[in-house]
């Protein structure tokens, strides 16, 4: 227990299932992590994997009706988030921690200033006064490229990207020490996405806070991350150090997603694809859960679950295969 | 806006206007003879022409429209009673209170109870208060007025004697009229303001909220309210308008002076005057109540506000004039 406390963040054994109309959804099944101080951490895998979900299980945001947490324990800074009250995490969401969600379109209250949607968070932790939360709100208008004069103005008042800024500011307001960042950049264009990633790596880097970054670009895993998990079907298929996992990606999806980047200097008609489409979360497969898609299977993958192997520094898969497949390289 | 509000009172003329006309041409068709309801059945051939050519009736369609627009516009005149000979513009300015008391109560209600039932409901959603706020919602949607209000005057005028069942003496009178008319409007906004709040609790910037560490009744009040109300403020004042015609059934119920037992009374007896002017007026309440609207509805959301403004600068940029 108390060396479990040690860690900034560790996740053990999440599990967060759904229900939708009487059928139970696996989101995630089983995912540990460990994340330590100023340290960045790549989430990727594709839509419906459940990397939304990991995050909002850590922030106890989960829709409260149709969701539960099945299991698992994730402690943050030595406390157990899920036995704290809701009150405890009231003092934790928004200023320990913090999430920037993936629509910025919807992620702003569209009849509330945008300088008080900043403020309102500051007022609440840091116990300042309104003028004092209004002034440190318009610097961190201005930290993210807004004029503070715009304090005044309504989302619907902003494009895309300035939203986006918006967000990022209102939650860097109260210096958390983690940040959620859920595809902050996926609704943005492609030159707006390149400034706010840049912008989000130097505050980060300035407040000194560790970060989880979900997306589903390994280009920005990449560009950002010192980790990358890699989630499939509710389970990290592959984690490790950024150039481990990129240098030698292990994993048959991983591979997979690797593979299915173009490449400029090959002059190629077909972009590659991996087969089939990602399991029905109602209804996972036996076995390893990548296994029908899976170049690789063979009946011993339906008939036991992977368990995670090493294959490098801080580095490892889930896959059953792996030996033999390195070999056969 | 202050240009807007300038541009819908203007706009009122015309609506107000084409309302004017086309009630006066419809009474116009109307079969029957207005000097026969004055003079009874029993008078003379002459005395009924000489009527006739006294009340201009004689004069070609559009003699007598422009002759009622004239009065109506220019003189705020409406004309008299064809049963009893007195001034429709003063009968309805002394109904126009009762009237207004019964829908302004009802909206009142709505809003008093309406809304927070409505919450109530989609914060408990699928729990037994959201069953029991929909139970009553459906009952009030269910009941018809005048159902409701005779079975409201048995229990508390004939059976309990608690409240007098006829006329508008004291505030007692009012007590079983307004819950009578304000019922279907707490049924119907609970329901609206429900589904509102339903929607907007899933809103992404719900879910910002309440990352940011925003208490549950902060993000209530400064986050779920102020958007989900907006549609619940247009239904109400949709149904302020069908208030001032909907009280026709509770005043007659209840023997309430007001419009709409005048509007019943004078279509009873052919009395076209009143009936054009009870319709004038009605026209006029129902634009002045959706102006208001709007302009609430400017007030609560910025977004609609914009609009507004827009309009106005994108006119004075066509015009040239910055």
């Known amino acids: 227990m108390n060396e479990r406390g040690r860690d900034f963040l560790e996740i053990k054994d999440l599990t967060v299932e759904y229900t939708s109309e009487g059928q139970v959804v696996h989101a995630v099944n089983g995912v540990s992590l460990k994340l330590d101080k100023g340290q960045t951490l790549g989430l990727v895998g594709e839509t419906g994997a459940g990397k939304t979900t990991i995050a909002k299980s850590i922030m106890r945001i989960l829709p409260p009706h149709s969701s539960a947490v099945k299991g698992g324990e994730i402690y943050f800074e030595g406390r157990n988030l899920q036995e704290l009250s809701e ?93 959620l960042a859920d595809e902050p950049t996926t609704a943005l264009d ?32 990449a560009e950002m991350c010192d980790y990358v998990a890699v989630v499939y079907a509710g389970e990290i298929v592959e984690h490790g150090d950024l150039f481990s996992v990129f240098d030698h990606p292990s994993h048959p999806y991983t591979k997979g997603l690797f593979g299915a980047i173009p490449k400029l200097n090959e002059d190629k008609g077909r972009l590659h694809s991996i087969e089939g489409l990602p399991p029905d979360p109602t209804n996972l497969p036996q076995g390893c859960y990548f296994c029908p898609r899976c170049p690789l299977a063979d009946e011993s993958c339906v008939s036991k679950k992977p368990e995670p192997v090493v294959v490098g520094r801080s580095h490892y898969c889930r896959c059953g295969k792996l030996k033999k497949w390195e070999a056969n390289k | 806006m202050y240009k807007y509000i300038l541009k819908r009172l203007l706009w ?17 068709f109307v079969p029957g003879d207005i000097a026969k309801i004055i003079l009874g059945t029993n008078a003379s051939d002459e005395a009924y022409a000489a009527l006739r050519e006294r009340l201009g009736l004689n004069d070609p369609y559009f003699i007598r ?61 699928g729990k037994w208060q959201d069953t029991t706020s929909m139970f009553i919602a459906l009952l009030g949607i269910s009941m018809p007025g005048f159902w409701l209000g005779l079975m409201l005057v048995l229990l508390f005028s004939l059976h309990l004697h608690w409240l007098p069942s006829t006329g508008i003496g004291t505030w007692q009178h009012w007590i079983l009229p307004v819950i009578t008319n304000g019922f279907g409007g707490i049924a119907a906004t609970a329901r609206m303001a429900r589904s509102s709040v339903l929607e907007v609790i899933e809103a992404d910037y719900v879910t910002t909220a309440r990352a940011k560490g925003v208490s549950e009744r902060n993000i209530l009040t400064r986050h779920i309210l102020p958007n989900s109300m907006i549609p619940v403020v247009t239904s109400l004042g949709g149904s302020f308008g069908m208030q001032m015609a909907g009280t026709i059934v509770i005043e007659n119920l209840f023997s309430i002076p007001g419009i709409g037992q005048y509007t019943v009374n004078a279509i009873g007896s052919r009395d076209y005057y009143a009936v054009q002017g009870s319709v004038i007026m009605l026209a006029i309440v129902f634009s002045v109540v959706m102006l208001l609207v709007d302009i609430i509805y400017a007030y609560i959301d910025p977004r609609i506000k914009a609009q507004f403004e827009g309009q106005s600068k994108k006119r004075r940029v066509k015009s040239g004039v910055k």
Do not use: W
């Open chain 2, 65 to 125: 429209l422009l002759n009622y627009l004239k009065d109506v516009f220019l003189h705020f005149n409406f004309g008299e009673s064809v049963v009893d000979g007195t001034s429709v513009t003063s009968a309805l300015i002394s109904r126009f209170p009762a009237t207004l008391i019964l829908a302004f109560t009802s909206i009142l209600m709505s809003i008093a109870f309406g809304i927070p039932l409505g919450i109530v409901a989609a914060q408990h959603n």
């Open chain 2, 12 to 28: 009122m003329i015309p609506i107000i206007l084409a309302v004017t006309i086309v009630i006066f041409t419809i009474m116009y």
């Open chain 1, 190 to 221: 492609v030159t707006i996405q390149a400034q706010v990633l840049e912008m989000m790596r130097n505050l980060v880097k300035k407040k000194d806070a560790s970060m989880i970054l979900i997306t589903h670009d390994l280009g920005v895993v």
């Open chain 1, 87 to 179: 009150l405890e995490m009231h003092e934790i969401r928004g200023k320990k921690i913090s999430m920037i969600f993936q629509d910025p379109m919807t992620a702003l209250n569209p009849v509330m200033r945008v300088g008080e949607q900043i403020a309102e968070g500051v007022a609440l932790h840091e116990k300042v006064s309104k003028k004092e939360a209004q002034e440190r709100a318009e610097q961190m208008l201005e930290m993210v490229g807004i004029p503070k004069n715009r304090y005044k103005e309504y989302p619907h008042q902003f494009s895309g990207g300035m939203k986006q800024r918006v967000v990022i500011a209102m939650t860097l307001a109260c210096n958390p020490r983690l940040l």
